[in-house]
């Protein structure tokens, strides 16, 4: 209690206010503007999906976040996720056997695979050299890591890897005078 003659604040006494926006009625202080309190109960609105909206009633709705089983488009597999997730936009973490587009089979291997990753020996069709790469590389996106065997005009061998423009002169005939001298000689006659 206040004397007589000070100003008044507002009143703190605890009561029951309809809230304007969604009619439920909560407590709270006398002095509290209901327009400027948020509703606690637990919201009674529809989400477009059809499942009721799991936040507090003063908060703005937002996306589903019920889980429920979605069938993975590409493979048919049933998965849980958020009702609002695109089933379209994941892939699929089950594990399967899957035959690859090479031939391979892979066991226990994500749904969702597409590269075939098994260790292979290729043998490139234009040197014939080998290399073990993953099946998935093929000669036009793997270029051959092989020391190039063409032997050079000064007679020592390319330094090169295949298929890169072999240099007119070694390293060797690059740091002897006398011989990068006599090579270029006999290029030019």
């Not at 998935?136 to 036009?140: A, F, V």
């Given at each position: 209690m206040l004397k007589c003659g000070v100003q008044c604040g507002d009143c703190e006494i605890f009561v029951e206010k309809i809230m304007p926006e969604c009619g439920h009625t909560q407590t709270?202080?006398?002095g509290v503007n209901p327009q400027n309190f948020s509703c606690l109960l637990p919201c009674t609105k529809v989400l477009p999906c059809g499942h009721r909206c799991m936040l507090k009633c003063g908060v703005q709705c937002g996306d589903?976040?019920?889980f429920v089983e979605k069938t993975m488009p590409e493979c048919g597999h049933q998965q849980e996720m958020p009702?609002?997730?695109d089933a379209t936009l994941l892939k699929c973490y089950f594990l399967c056997d899957k035959l690859m587009s090479c031939g391979h089979t892979h066991m226990n291997a994500r749904c969702h695979k597409t590269t075939c990753d098994k260790i292979m020996i290729q043998v490139y069709n234009r040197c014939k050299h080998r290399h073990v790469v993953p099946c998935?590389?093929?000669?036009?996106s793997f270029p051959c890591r092989a020391a190039c065997d063409m032997p050079l005009i000064c007679g020592h061998a390319c330094t090169e890897y295949c298929g890169e423009?072999?240099?007119i002169l070694c390293n060797v005939c690059l740091q002897?005078?006398?011989c990068?001298?006599?090579i270029l000689v006999k290029q030019f006659v």
């Open positions: 709270m202080k006398c589903c976040e019920i009702c609002h997730i998935y590389l093929h000669e036009e423009p072999c240099p002897d005078p006398e990068r001298n006599r």
